[in-house]
Nanobody, 116 residues
Framework: QVQLVESGGGLVQAGGSLRLSCAAS????????MGWFRQAPEKEREFVAS????????YYTDSVKGRFTISRDNAKNTVYLQMNSLKPEDTAVYYC?????????WGQGTQVTVSS
């Protein structure tokens, strides 16, 4: 069992940056590919980015390519999402999870609000 806690969200102006962190408990964290997901108000939760268990393979949804970078530190059981050049449409609650996501691993998420 892995428990995930997201942090690092906040209010930022368009063009700004934030770095999200996802701290995982459980000794099997490094066995999993991990992902970041987001859910904007009145919208479905969507995939943002993923990273392989070793960190060598990453995927991004088209809307964040070139702006967001996912990384992980297995020694710290933490996954990161560096978000640059933020846009108002990036406003959402951001979650991490295994990739593909597991229903019972969703945490509380962290709110990101980008003002125009």
């Amino acid at each position: 069992q892995v428990q995930l806690v997201e942090s690092g969200g906040g209010l930022v102006q368009a063009g700004g940056s934030l770095r999200l962190s996802c701290a995982a408990s459980g000794r099997t964290f490094s066995n999993y590919a991990m992902g970041w997901f987001r859910q904007a108000p009145e919208k479905e939760r969507e995939f943002v980015a993923s990273i392989s268990w070793g960190g060598g393979i990453t995927y991004y949804t088209d809307s964040v390519k070139g702006r967001f970078t996912i990384s992980r530190d297995n020694a710290k059981n933490t996954v990161y999402l560096q978000m640059n050049s933020l846009k108002p449409e990036d406003t959402a609650v951001y979650y991490c999870n295994k990739q593909p996501p597991a229903t019972n691993y969703w945490g509380q998420g962290t709110q990101v609000t980008v003002s125009s």
